[in-house]
């Protein structure tokens, strides 16, 4: 039997060695998808994990599922470095159909690695198929799709001076050839460079984007719902004060054009980036606008409306930039108690619907632990902290999400903020970062806010026995294995709201009505409807953090 399998082994390889790219070139279709798929397929086709099997169907989720889908990157990027190379050695206007074929293809799937490489490469590819054109060769035939495809790849790294070069370079080629006069940009192009300035988190993209509408306008476009959540998008992520009246404002306006038979009818994602806006707009009685637009959207979404069925994304979104994060930042009385009634009426939703969109994850708990941090008044501290300590056991049970190291950074600060110094905050913090150090989810933000909210004697116990001969902290690799996504350096910097000087009388007076729900209720939260001893829940007679459960009870 080993016998056989090495000579199969053998045979394979020889197979594998003679499958060059030149064989691969003759032998290949001209269709540029098929060529790339039978290029995929013959590398993944055979493995050694398959000699003397029958092919297996594996289940989506599952590690069999997730070790094709990395082959399958793999070779797609062996395939796209091929593509890459078999042009640059030929001179314009010689290359042949079946290599063009595979470049028009080739510029998308550049784009999807989203990296600053892929994009250069992308346009590379396409820059190649213009020369190609203008040196007659038949084969070589430009389209818009093209240009956006590799505009696209500059949008998804922000560069949207990449985006603006690919615009002229169009306009160009129309200009000055009569044959391409067919090339101008359509509702896509304008919404690939609007999307481009949202991602780059420039100071203008605000004003950027709002400027491609105008642009459109002049050009008798008409801007679609996908433009106009790029352009809400870009003002969302903005540093106006006045950013949730603007898109406010261009939200208004997309109703109007939609009842006049434009395609631009708002949709959830356009609500997403208002309640955005709201919870990073510096504000009193932003949380509770924003409460009322969870309102309406809930309102319409049981009148039968589909598009506008709120998500988790409506009340805490990845960015953490949503209903509960705006409570998290707000300077209100009581913002922990209703953070968490919020909470808890978005998870009596996803256990009456079942709906993956309502789910509440790990950043959903999170901005309910920001929430509890640093609360208004000294009568808040005990409330605040006995709703983080509720918000953490639950996440730790694993029902819904697992923490993470911002989970565990965001209830060291609710301990150092709620709780008084002494043996019972210590065993609390203790427990924490014991519990996070098994986890493997100490990461920098970590170890930050545990010297923070740890007494000296503390910190010194659990920590100096990993310093180096410098003094330097040297943090084992089992306590971090599992940190992903930590931002550093600069990146971690928390940016500051520009005040807007030149705002006009109306904006002045809106952001006033906003600030007359001070103090108020939301249409959720402040009205003790969901709190815990309507539930059932008992509160803790002394601040005591208990047993958060092992990593892995969620699992069992």
């Not at 160009?172 to 009569?178: D, E, I």
């Not at 208004?252 to 054009?257: A, F, G, P």
């Not at 038979?261 to 990073?280: F, H, N, R, T, V």
């Not at 996070?436 to 930050?448: K, M, N, T, Y």
């Amino acid at each position: 039997m080993r016998q056989i399998i090495l000579l199969l082994l053998i045979q394979l390889q020889i197979e594998l060695s003679a499958f060059t790219p030149t064989s691969f070139r003759s032998s290949a279709s001209l269709s540029g998808g098929a060529t790339k798929r039978s290029f995929i397929r013959t590398f993944t086709s055979v493995s050694t994990s398959e000699i003397g099997r029958h092919p297996v169907i594996t289940k989506k989720g599952t590690r069999a599922s997730r070790v094709n889908k990395k082959g399958e990157k793999f070779n797609e990027f062996q395939w796209l470095n091929w593509v890459y190379c078999q042009w640059r050695s030929t001179k314009p206007g010689q290359l042949d159909e079946n290599t063009l074929k595979q470049m028009i293809p080739a510029i998308a799937s550049w784009g999807r690695r989203k990296t600053i490489e892929g994009a250069d490469r992308a346009e590379e590819l396409l820059e190649r198929i213009i020369e190609e054109n203008l040196a007659g060769n038949a084969s070589a035939e430009l389209s818009v799709s093209m240009f956006n495809s590799a505009m696209q790849a500059h949008a998804k790294v922000g560069n949207p001076e990449g985006v603006h070069r690919l615009l002229q370079r169009m306009h160009q080629l129309r200009k000055q050839h009569h044959h391409l006069s067919y090339l101008q940009p359509d509702n896509f192009s304008m919404s690939t460079l609007a999307t481009a300035w949202a991602k780059s988190r420039s100071p203008q993209a605000a004003k950027k984007a709002e400027a491609i509408l105008d642009y459109m306008e002049v050009r008798n476009m008409v801007p679609t719902t996908i433009t106009y959540n790029a352009v809400l998008n870009a003002l969302a992520y903005g540093k106006e004060v006045d950013k949730a009246l603007r898109i406010e404002d261009l939200v208004n306006r997309m109703k109007e054009r939609s009842e006049k038979g434009d395609d631009c009818e708002p949709d959830i994602y356009s609500y997403q980036s208002l309640i955005q806006a709201l919870s990073k707009t510096p504000l009193f009685g932003s949380p509770q606008k924003a409460e009322q637009i969870l309102l309406f959207l809930d309102e319409q979404s049981e009148r039968g409306n589909k598009k506008l069925k709120p998500n988790s994304y409506c009340f805490t979104c990845k960015a953490s930039d949503a209903t509960i994060h705006a409570w998290a930042k707000s300077k209100e009385k009581k913002k922990a108690r209703s953070a968490y009634e919020i909470f808890n009426r978005m998870k009596k939703r996803y256990l009456e619907s079942k709906s993956r969109a309502l789910k509440p994850n790990v950043v959903v708990f999170t901005a309910v632990l920001n929430a509890c941090a640093w609360p208004e008044s000294e009568s808040e501290k005990e409330e605040a902290f006995e709703i983080a300590r509720l918000t953490m056991e639950e996440l730790s049970l694993g029902v819904f999400d697992k923490p993470n190291f911002l989970s565990f950074a965001a209830f060291l600060c609710v301990c150092s903020s709620t709780l008084d110094q002494g043996e019972v905050r210590d065993r609390i913090v203790r427990d924490t970062f014991e519990q996070c150090a098994r986890r493997g989810q100490v990461a920098g933000i970590v170890l930050d806010k545990f010297k923070t909210a740890a007494s000296p004697n503390l910190y010194r116990d659990l920590l100096d026995g990993y310093r180096g001969k410098e003094g330097l902290l040297v943090v084992p690799f089992s306590w971090n294995k599992n940190v992903q996504g930590e931002r550093r350096g600069e990146a971690v910097h928390r940016e500051l709201e520009e005040k807007c000087t030149n705002l006009t009388r109306e904006s002045k007076l809106r952001l006033k009505e906003i600030q007359g729900f001070r103090g108020k209720s939301g249409c959720f939260s402040g009205k003790g409807e969901t709190f815990p001893e309507d539930e059932g829940i008992v509160w803790s007679r002394g601040p005591s953090f208990g047993n958060m459960g092992d990593p892995d009870e969620g699992t069992r």
